[in-house]
């Protein structure tokens, strides 16, 4: 039953493992896509460039809470970082605008808030206050 047990228990570290290299693997392709650097979602992220370049490599375990933020900044699902395909996704290309929307959220929090204020003063403007 020891021995079981110790399959096991390799077994599961040999599927996580597995899991955490695609993930990473996935995490390196669509930041590449986006044309960021490990430095620049490191800072989108919270995180060090040595903790996205560990994600990457499969080295370190993308936490659960993180997955938010990581696919915000990857402007995809979770699903998609997840290697989930959605049902039923739409074809074509992005809407102007959800690109422009992708775009600024990773600039620099700094410059996310500067856009977000201009697009508050247009828009009260436009809607008469």
């Known amino acids: 039953m020891h021995a079981l047990g110790v399959d096991w228990i390799g077994m599961i570290a040999r599927e996580d493992r597995r899991f955490f290299i695609e993930l990473g693997?996935?995490?390196?392709?669509?930041?590449?896509?986006?044309?960021?650097?490990?430095?620049?979602?490191?800072?989108?992220?919270?995180?060090?460039?040595?903790?996205?370049?560990?994600?990457?490599?499969?080295?370190?375990?993308?936490?659960?809470?993180?997955?938010?933020?990581?696919?915000?900044?990857?402007?995809v699902p979770i699903e998609a970082l997840l290697g989930h395909k959605p049902e039923g996704a739409k074809r074509g290309p992005t809407p102007k605008l959800q690109q422009q929307l992708e775009r600024i959220s990773r600039l620099p929090r700094a410059r996310q808030r500067f856009v977000m204020e201009m697009l508050d003063a247009a828009l009260s403007q436009t809607s008469g206050g």
């Not at 490191?42 to 993180?66: D, N, P």
């Open 25 to 75: 693997e996935r995490i390196a392709q669509l930041r590449k896509e986006h044309g960021l650097t490990q430095a620049q979602l490191a800072e989108l992220l919270g995180v060090s460039q040595q903790q996205v370049a560990s994600f990457e490599a499969g080295r370190r375990r993308v936490t659960v809470s993180m997955l938010p933020a990581l696919a915000r900044a990857l402007a």
